[in-house]
């Protein structure tokens, strides 16, 4: 059984910045990691991804501004976000690929944490 919690969220103005933490436990082998978004009314969006050995892929809506990173040795994964916008509002969630799983097939997701950035 693999658990992911995350933390993080909240509420911050426009301009400002929000780190997410993510922890994998379980007895797994953790391959790619990444954080996916959904804002009400739209469909999610993956926002990030790294790899074990920490090669990263940003959506175009977010290159530059969000930086992902991890520790292997805690199966954490975090993202950075800086100069926040309004539309980044969303609930973020904490993705996680086990085994030969890829970014491309994450067999595991976080309960989400919520984003709100206000204008």
């Known amino acids: 059984q693999v658990q992911l919690v995350e933390s993080g969220g909240g509420l911050v103005q426009a301009g400002g910045s929000l780190t997410l933490s993510c922890a994998a436990s379980?007895?797994?082998?953790?391959?790619?990691m990444g954080w996916s978004r959904q804002a009400p009314g739209k469909q999610r969006e993956l926002v990030a991804t790294?790899?074990?050995?920490?090669?990263?892929v940003y959506a175009d809506s977010v290159r530059g501004r969000f930086t992902i990173s991890r520790d292997n040795a805690k199966n954490m994964v975090y993202l950075q976000m800086n100069s926040l916008k309004p539309e980044d509002t969303a609930t973020y969630y904490c993705?996680?690929?086990?085994?030969?799983?890829?970014?491309?097939?994450?067999?595991?997701w976080g309960q989400g944490t919520q984003v709100t950035v206000s204008s």
């Open positions: 790294i790899t074990r050995g920490a090669i990263t």
């Open positions: 379980g007895n797994i082998r953790v391959n790619d």
């Open positions: 993705n996680v690929a086990t085994g030969s799983r890829t970014f491309r097939n994450f067999d595991y």
